[in-house]
DNA sequence: CCATTTATGACAGCCATATTGACATAAATT
DNA sequence: AATTTATGTCAATATGGCTGTCATAAATGG
């Protein structure tokens, strides 16, 4: 595969020389197929998908979050979260209140009812988490962090992590209804 | 958030009684966006998905697989693999051969022409893991074979361990036309 | 104050990926 | 000879995306 391992030169190629990474790369499909099995089984049960749970997991964990904002964060197309968007609020997971300094907005929050689920789904996934992290030693946890990190493409890191710390939206004071 | 923080026992909880680890559930949503994003651009110009993406990889990891083999794999069912199959086929990225043992079988394999865009594929997600490898220490990648593989079902992990260490499949010999 | 931009919603139609269920065929196994 | 296995195919359906177009209300800039 594209190797000349006898003692020549080497020329750098383009693309990269070495045999790719195939065992990572495996690793990470079934470990990311695993990861949402869990989630979507439950999701089931309320008739959801993945995408309802994407849109109820970062309205919790963002609670004020703006159609916007949301749009930004999964990379979706206004109408692909039209629908999922109103079937949650339909079905009373999730409620928008229009924003006071900016009457357009729809601030997006969970009721109970949607936080208990969102945290369901959180602690089914966390669980993954924390079973494979006692398998690993103590630096497990910081080291996981910092493989994931170093994945995400460069550009993005910042706006991520400032979600995942959970960071106070970079836009200024938003009052609401 | 089924809280009750004020100072009673604190019952462990069924579920669990730490917060999620919503960092970590984060980064690898978003870490798996980026890392199957690249491929997606590429597979465009073939107006091939991700499905065909997962076929024509491991039909190239494991050339002769049966398509018994690859729905187990993929855990889709045959109609879902039907499709791809076809096109792939069609497409000239994938042959399949019958066998000579047993003659109902289709044995898999990529033609030159789906060798190259395979591996082209994988050098793309090859070198996301490459750059973030390079960000952290020496022994990143083992950690991070550990720490995916403790990610996976423990049940599923011998049988993805044998795909990704390109073992041998445990069934008898097969010869092919 | 008017024009423009912004935030959002909604409709129609399309595509890709997956599902289930039913049925067909050929070959292997008992 | 009967059954099981490996595979293919057809029809119908669901989900989650997409694009394009249009509408409305509110904010903003000249």
Redesign the interface.
């Known amino acids: 595969?594209?190797t000349a391992h006898t003692a020549t030169k080497l020329p750098p190629a383009e693309?990269?020389r070495?045999s790719?990474?195939?065992?990572?790369?495996?690793?990470?499909?079934?470990?990311?197929?695993?990861?949402v099995g869990g989630a979507d089984q439950l999701l089931e049960a309320y008739r959801f998908g993945r995408a309802h749970h994407?849109v109820l997991?970062f309205v919790s964990?963002r609670p004020g979050l703006t159609v916007a904002e949301l749009l930004d964060i999964l990379?979706i197309t206004k109408q692909s979260l039209a629908r999922v968007l109103r079937e949650l609020v339909d079905g009373g997971f999730v409620e928008a209140r229009h924003g006071v300094v900016d009457r357009r907005q729809r601030l997006l929050h969970p009721t109970d009812k949607g936080?208990?689920l969102a945290?369901?789904l959180?602690?089914l996934?966390?669980?993954?988490?924390?079973?494979?992290?006692a398998?690993?030693g103590p630096e497990?946890?910081e080291?996981?962090?910092?493989?994931?990190?170093?994945?995400?493409?460069p550009e993005?890191r910042e706006r991520?992590g400032a979600?995942?710390?959970?960071e106070a939206p970079r836009r200024a004071l938003r009052a609401e209804a």
Not at 125 to 133: D, G, H, K, N, V
Not at 163 to 166: F, L, M, Q
């Open positions: 595969m594209s693309a990269e070495h790719p990474h195939y065992e990572l790369i495996e690793l990470l499909f079934f470990a990311y197929r695993d990861f994407r997991h964990r990379r936080r208990r945290l369901q959180a602690q996934q966390s669980a993954r988490f924390e079973r494979a992290l398998e690993l497990a946890r080291r996981a962090v910092q493989f994931l990190t170093a994945m995400i493409e993005e991520v979600i995942a710390r959970r």
